[in-house]
């Protein structure tokens, strides 16, 4: 099963633009990435899920390159309710089991 | 819409004890997860259940059972409590069980064994 790695923390400004990239050297074939952010005390919350090329939502971007080998998360213009851990999930395909593995999350704290 | 939920909210037990954890998805939702997640780790995947099925199993000693309702509710029963089943422990439901699919979390029952 392949395993992500990712920064075990960021920290940023209002209104910058963030990104976290994430390695996934040993992604499968048919997994597809998938990204989550978890506040304290609560489950994560689903953000996006992509399989190539570039996958864009009303709240972020998800930028694949050509190999799959790596992902980044782009968060526009963040406030400060966006400080949470943002975890990067590969799998959901047959090689894995339909099972996805989650990594150990990149906390990210948004400085006024 | 309810989102999913989850029950108790927090629960305390002792060496040895068993524990039953109960999940209600969203509704519609055929498919239910489970999840342990330790303090500071992410979720590591326990269990899937569709359509009644197990679909998936993560790599959690057999001590960890499951099962999902008609209703398409689940629990999770763990026996032989052990102090390092302290953990959060997640339940999250989809429409479908593989590909392209958004979970919704519920927000977990928080377990302490001591």
């Known amino acids: 099963l392949a395993k992500t790695t990712q920064p075990i923390s960021m920290d940023s400004y209002e209104g910058q633009e963030v990104n976290i990239t994430c390695s996934h050297n040993?992604?499968?074939?048919?997994?597809?990435i998938t990204w989550y952010q978890q506040f304290p005390s609560q489950g994560p919350r689903f953000i996006i899920q992509?399989?190539?090329?570039?996958v864009t939502n009303e709240v972020a971007s998800l930028f694949i390159p050509a190999d799959r080998k790596s992902s980044t998360l782009s968060l526009p213009r963040v406030s400060l309710s966006d400080t949470a851990v943002y975890y990067c999930?590969?799998?959901?395909?047959?090689?894995?089991?339909?099972?996805?593995?989650w990594g150990a999350g990149t906390k990210l704290i948004i400085k006024p | 819409d309810a989102g999913v939920t989850q029950s108790p909210t927090h629960l305390i037990k002792t060496r040895g004890q068993h524990v039953t954890l109960r999940c209600s998805p969203i509704?519609?939702?055929?498919?239910v997860s489970w999840y342990q997640q330790v303090l500071g780790q992410g979720p590591q995947f326990i269990f899937q259940?569709?359509?009644?099925?197990?679909?998936g199993r993560g790599n959690f000693p057999d001590r960890f059972s499951a099962r999902q309702f008609p209703n398409y509710s689940s629990e999770l029963n763990v026996n032989a409590l052990l102090l390092g089943d302290s953990a959060l422990y997640l339940c999250?439901?989809?429409?479908?069980?593989?590909?392209?699919?958004?979970?919704?979390f519920g927000p977990g029952t928080r377990l302490t064994v001591l």
């Open positions: 992509g399989y190539k090329t570039k």
């Open positions: 999250a439901s989809s429409l479908r069980d593989r590909g392209i699919n958004e979970q919704f």
């Open positions: 999930l590969v799998g959901g395909g047959m090689d894995s089991n339909y099972q996805l593995i």
């Open positions: 509704s519609g939702h055929k498919s």
């Open positions: 259940y569709y359509e009644k099925e197990e679909r």
């Open positions: 040993n992604i499968a074939t048919n997994d597809y």
